[in-house]
């Protein structure tokens, strides 16, 4: 009976132990083994609310060479032999095709920039007149690495859309003219657009375009504008597309100075009862429109807009640029269904063309100014963060590559103590980051 009762105790010890022991190895298993930390249900939720948000998505994702292995509606993701690397299409950036030197244009544009009077008789008679006279006196305050450059140059493009991949940025939003019309200082290039199209689609790069306002610009003209380019290039790979509220999948564009047009006019193109109107038909599109002023706020709202952007990058020069101001017209926009997409830029000095507005200038401090500027757009939690800009050298903002240089007549300023790609590598370090504060709203 001893004997009994001591293989009895011997098992219920063992039995004891194995039940412990699974009940510990249950403990140390963690979600990626198959058990979620989700209450029952909580999965299927969370799922629901990432198809609620407003996304980007492109249109016929033909890449690179590098064989992506994973592609999203936001991101292509990238393998190199070394490494890993994505671009993000909810990061978009400024670009300008204006330039143009003697080897490929038969003379230098731009960079031969006029200084542009004040408006002042009296402050314009203090400062210096005249023009730029490039290689050596460009209208910049820094100098290009490639020099100055010709927007034609096949070679320029390539290296343009190499470093805008390398900063991450999904889409290129071109400064547009409509064809035979050019702003005040250039030449026509509307010719030139098919061959950024098909620059940017090797490399994954999509195009936005962004409507300036040129002389006789109205309601009716951009009608024609809009058909105008969806026609021509809404079926090449690089044309950049925007899920909507309602899910539907449709142009992006930007209006520059759109509060040149009254809201009344912009209504006949944009609200569904409008006398000309966009909505419903094969030109249809996502309309984003300049916020300067904060009265703007409403008059985009009345014009039928779909959203508003700040382009400019010198904190403080208007209520749209002022980072303060920023949380106070996403509330807005969330109130009324609109985007709000805040400009990000990593610097401003215009003085090189504007030599009489030193005030607005904004010192990069070595990148610390980007830095803030783009943890302010991040903390509003938009959709879309735009760069201003990858080369708009007049206004000081470009992040494209710039080295030191010293002539005669000018000093230059430049990126040092750091390399040529300083804010193509911050560009790429926000995006990610960016991209990652994303998924934590949606938890």
């Given at each position: 009976?001893?004997?009994?009762?001591?293989?009895?105790?011997?098992?219920?010890?063992?039995?004891?132990?194995?039940?412990?022991?699974?009940?510990?190895?249950?403990?140390?298993?963690?979600?990626?083994?198959?058990?979620?930390?989700?209450?029952?249900?909580?999965?299927?939720?969370?799922?629901?609310?990432?198809?609620?948000?407003?996304?980007?998505?492109?249109?016929?994702?033909?890449?690179?060479?590098g064989q992506p292995h994973l592609?999203?509606?936001?991101?292509?993701?990238?393998?190199?032999?070394?490494?890993?690397?994505?671009?993000?299409?909810?990061?978009?950036?400024?670009?300008?095709?204006?330039?143009?030197?003697?080897?490929?244009?038969?003379?230098?544009?731009?960079?031969?920039?006029?200084?542009?009077?004040?408006?002042?008789?009296?402050?314009?008679?203090?400062?210096?007149?005249?023009?730029?006279?490039?290689?050596?006196?460009?209208?910049?305050?820094?100098?290009?690495?490639?020099?100055?450059?010709?927007?034609?140059?096949?070679?320029?493009?390539?290296?343009?859309?190499?470093?805008?991949?390398?900063?991450?940025?999904?889409?290129?939003?071109?400064?547009?003219?409509?064809?035979g019309i050019a702003d005040?200082?250039?030449?026509?290039?509307?010719?030139?657009?098919?061959?950024?199209?098909?620059?940017?689609?090797?490399?994954?790069?999509?195009?936005?375009?962004?409507?300036?306002?040129?002389?006789?610009?109205?309601?009716?003209?951009?009608?024609?504008?809009?058909?105008?380019?969806?026609?021509?290039?809404?079926?090449?790979?690089?044309?950049?597309?925007?899920?909507?509220?309602?899910?539907?999948?449709?142009?992006?564009?930007?209006?520059?100075?759109?509060?040149?047009?009254?809201?009344?006019?912009?209504?006949?193109?944009?609200?569904?009862?409008?006398?000309?109107?966009?909505?419903?038909?094969?030109?249809?599109?996502?309309?984003?429109?300049?916020?300067?002023?904060?009265?703007?706020?409403?008059?985009?709202?009345?014009?039928?807009?779909?959203?508003?952007?700040?382009?400019?990058?010198?904190?403080?020069?208007?209520?749209?640029?002022?980072?303060?101001?920023?949380?106070?017209?996403?509330?807005?926009?969330?109130?009324?269904?609109?985007?709000?997409?805040?400009?990000?830029?990593?610097?401003?000095?215009?003085?090189?063309?504007?030599?009489?507005?030193?005030?607005?200038?904004?010192?990069?401090?070595?990148?610390?100014?980007?830095?803030?500027?783009?943890?302010?757009?991040?903390?509003?939690?938009?959709?879309?963060?735009?760069?201003?800009?990858?080369?708009?050298?007049?206004?000081?903002?470009?992040?494209?590559?710039?080295?030191?240089?010293?002539?005669?007549?000018?000093?230059?300023?430049?990126?040092?103590?750091?390399?040529?790609?300083?804010?193509?590598?911050?560009?790429?370090?926000?995006?990610?980051?960016?991209?990652?504060?994303?998924?934590?709203?949606?938890?």
């Amino acid at each position: 009976m001893t004997r009994l009762r001591k293989k009895a105790f011997i098992a219920l010890f063992l039995f004891t132990l194995f039940i412990f022991g699974t009940m510990m190895g249950l403990r140390t298993l963690k979600p990626s083994d198959g058990f979620s930390d989700l209450a029952p249900g909580m999965g299927e939720f969370v799922g629901e609310r990432g198809g609620d948000r407003r996304r980007p998505v492109s249109n016929d994702m033909v890449v690179s060479p590098g064989q992506p292995h994973l592609a999203s509606d936001t991101k292509v993701v990238f393998t190199k032999s070394d490494r890993d690397y994505s671009i993000f299409y909810d990061v978009q950036i400024f670009y300008y095709l204006w330039y143009g030197n003697p080897q490929m244009d038969g003379k230098y544009i731009h960079w031969e920039h006029v200084l542009v009077p004040h408006w002042d008789p009296k402050i314009a008679a203090s400062h210096a007149k005249g023009r730029h006279t490039p290689p050596e006196d460009i209208a910049s305050s820094f100098y290009p690495e490639l020099g100055p450059y010709s927007s034609r140059d096949p070679t320029v493009l390539e290296s343009h859309m190499s470093q805008i991949e390398a900063a991450a940025a999904g889409v290129l939003v071109l400064s547009w003219y409509p064809p035979g019309i050019a702003d005040n200082h250039g030449e026509p290039c509307e010719d030139l657009v098919p061959a950024v199209m098909d620059a940017a689609h090797r490399h994954s790069i999509k195009v936005a375009f962004h409507i300036q306002p040129y002389k006789g610009r109205t309601d009716l003209s951009m009608y024609d504008n809009i058909k105008y380019i969806i026609d021509k290039y809404g079926n090449h790979g690089a044309f950049y597309r925007f899920r909507s509220t309602t899910g539907r999948i449709l142009p992006l564009f930007y209006v520059y100075d759109s509060y040149l047009t009254p809201p009344d006019a912009w209504a006949e193109l944009l609200h569904p009862a409008g006398a000309h109107t966009l909505r419903g038909t094969p030109y249809d599109g996502v309309f984003l429109a300049l916020v300067v002023e904060e009265r703007h706020k409403h008059d985009i709202l009345a014009g039928g807009f779909d959203g508003m952007y700040t382009y400019f990058a010198s904190n403080g020069f208007s209520f749209g640029s002022s980072h303060q101001n920023w949380k106070a017209v996403k509330d807005f926009c969330d109130g009324n269904n609109l985007l709000f997409v805040p400009s990000a830029g990593p610097g401003y000095v215009d003085t090189a063309v504007r030599p009489w507005n030193n005030h607005n200038t904004r010192n990069r401090v070595n990148g610390r100014y980007y830095e803030t500027s783009l943890q302010a757009a991040l903390s509003v939690r938009p959709e879309i963060v735009t760069i201003t800009s990858f080369n708009e050298w007049h206004e000081g903002t470009q992040i494209e590559k710039a080295v030191p240089r010293k002539t005669v007549t000018r000093l230059y300023l430049d990126y040092q103590p750091h390399r040529s790609d300083l804010y193509l590598e911050l560009t790429r370090k926000w995006a990610e980051h960016f991209n990652k504060e994303k998924d934590k709203w949606l938890m």
